[in-house]
């Protein structure tokens, strides 16, 4: 790869600390000059809007869009200032639906070399009932993924069980 050529590395963020870890590992560990950034969001609550019992009542509809537009425009100018404090060049793009399945989808339709994520550091029977993304983004992505784990998160979880 020469230093002119851009590599397309897609970074999976939501407010949580597992992300901004995963983020701020990439940027020390594994980026190079010339990178380009796709920040994907996939707001949790996206299977909610297709459950036809929510979608009775508008005001519950209204609602969640309003939280999800306030949450991700407050993620957005915060990547955006991490970015800029690093001198990175990339975009934000939101996804509805399940999150693996979406993060998957902008791996592919952007050309992706390489897909980060945070790990939540689930146990064995929460992850078994509610399933990893980290799980299915390593099993169906068709490039390398770099799971990042927060160790001292997940110790202090340890310590507190």
Not at 28 to 55: M, Q
Not at 122 to 144: A, E, Q
Request: charged share 25%; aromatic share 6%.
């Amino acid at each position: 790869m020469s230093a002119t050529s851009t590599r397309t590395v897609v970074i999976a963020v939501d407010n949580s600390e597992h992300s901004e870890y995963a983020f701020d590992f990439y940027v020390d560990n594994v980026h190079k000059e010339g990178d380009r950034i796709v920040l994907v969001h996939v707001p949790e609550f996206g299977d909610l809007l297709k459950t036809p019992a929510l979608l009775t009542d508008p005001n519950i509809v209204h609602d969640l869009l309003k939280e999800c537009e306030e949450n991700t425009k407050k993620l957005v100018d915060k990547y955006s200032v991490k970015m800029k404090a690093k001198d990175l060049s990339g975009i934000v793009k939101q996804q509805c639906g399940k999150a693996g399945e979406a993060i998957l989808e902008v791996t592919k339709t952007e050309g992706a070399a390489l897909l980060v994520l945070g790990s939540r550091g689930m146990g064995y029977v929460r992850r078994t009932f509610l399933g990893s993304v980290s799980d299915f983004c390593i099993h169906h992505c068709k490039v390398p993924v770099i799971v990042c784990r927060n160790k001292n998160h997940h110790d202090s979880c340890l310590q507190e069980t």
